[in-house]
């Protein structure tokens, strides 16, 4: 499969365009161990809160706006909490203020599924309903995906491999957290399509940035350098890409001998896409994942879903959705953002 700027979806696109004069929004909190909340009251009696994996993360700051918005549509009452840090049991408070304030639904980015897993469970038992977005969780009712795992590794690597060519080469692989059950998937499913299909290039590393910009900027740096014939570096994650483009921005000699791609956001990227930095990148509209998971939770709330494979719903501005197997909704393919459109979004 290959991936084009014009192979978005129509309703995806509407969603975006929708959006791309909106500016980003929800203030991120700093500080290790602070926590923070937005509110937005609804005009009915469900209330919903979104836990992302952090704040402060400007993809999360995007889907969590998104979010607020479906809630607001629906006359929810919206609550964003989470930690700053990406520590496995980080987000377990948070699931606990849920339950001890009557939550109606839970939505969260796991940055662990495991070490979450119990207190969801938890909260399922008190007729919570808990919808994962982003990050999938086996505790949960549905999961709103952004795009399918095979999608996004076909996508990232059939960018790498037009770049590569017949040649192909040694190349490696910046990802988020270790734990992240949607990032660990991505990577094994680039590596494994690699293998199948592109026997001229080689993995030679997995490096982890941990959701954070120094850490990941020291990642790019110490795969640069420690390989001496790298080629290129896929980053499946916001904040990877960014800074391995970062570092290729400060050091002029590895320009034009590594070459980086990845899931980025595009406010993010414009200045290494416009500087000819970086090519190409990909992604989804976050604020339409946000969206969408609120449009779940309402729909599971309301028991217009279950979570069975076939159970529809409607989802706003983005149109029907479909319940697929195992509890799976999915936003859309991924879109691939370059020099001629990057611009044109907000996000």
Not at 39 to 48: E, K, L, P, Q, T
Not at 142 to 153: E, M, P, R, S
Not at 220 to 243: H, N
Not at 249 to 271: F, I, N, R
Request: with cysteine.
């Amino acid at each position: 499969m290959r991936f084009t700027s014009r192979g978005f979806s129509r309703k995806a696109v509407l969603g975006a365009t929708a959006l791309a004069a909106s500016a980003l929004l929800l203030a991120g909190c700093a500080g290790g161990g602070t926590t923070g909340s937005t509110d937005s009251a609804g005009g009915g009696d469900a209330s919903v809160t979104f836990i992302p994996k952090s704040l402060g993360n400007k993809y999360f700051e995007a889907s969590d706006k998104g979010a607020a918005e479906g809630a607001e549509e629906l006359g929810m009452t919206f609550k964003e909490e989470g930690p700053t840090a990406t520590g496995s049991a980080d987000q377990v408070p948070f699931i606990q203020t849920a339950i001890q304030t009557g939550q109606k639904a839970i939505a969260i980015a796991a940055n662990d599924p495991t070490a979450v897993c119990n207190d969801l469970s938890q909260a399922q038992s008190q007729g919570i309903k808990v919808v994962a977005y982003d990050t999938d969780t086996d505790c949960r009712d549905v999961f709103v995906n952004q795009a399918t795992v095979d999608g996004i590794a076909e996508g990232l690597v059939q960018l790498t491999a037009d770049h590569l060519g017949d040649e192909g080469g040694t190349i490696a692989i910046l990802s988020g957290g270790a734990n992240a059950a949607n990032l660990n998937a991505w990577v094994d499913a680039i590596q494994a399509l690699i293998e199948k299909d592109h026997p001229n290039i080689t993995v030679a590393k997995v490096a982890y940035g941990d959701d954070q910009d120094e850490k990941a900027y020291q990642e790019a740096q110490g795969l640069m350098q420690s390989i001496p014939d790298l080629k290129a570096i896929i980053a499946p994650d916001t904040v990877s890409v960014k800074e391995a483009a970062h570092y290729l921005a400060d050091t002029p000699e590895y320009q034009g001998k590594v070459w980086v791609t990845g899931l980025g956001l595009p406010s993010e990227m414009a200045e290494y896409v416009n500087s000819g930095i970086v090519e190409q990148f990909g992604l989804w509209n976050p604020e339409d994942l946000g969206y969408l998971a609120s449009y779940a939770a309402d729909a599971l709330i309301n028991g217009t879903i279950t979570g069975a494979e076939g159970d529809t719903f409607e989802a706003g501005k983005l149109g029907e959705y479909t319940v697929g197997e195992n509890g799976e909704i999915v936003l859309g393919p991924m879109f691939v953002f370059d020099k001629d459109n990057v611009g044109d979004f907000s996000f």
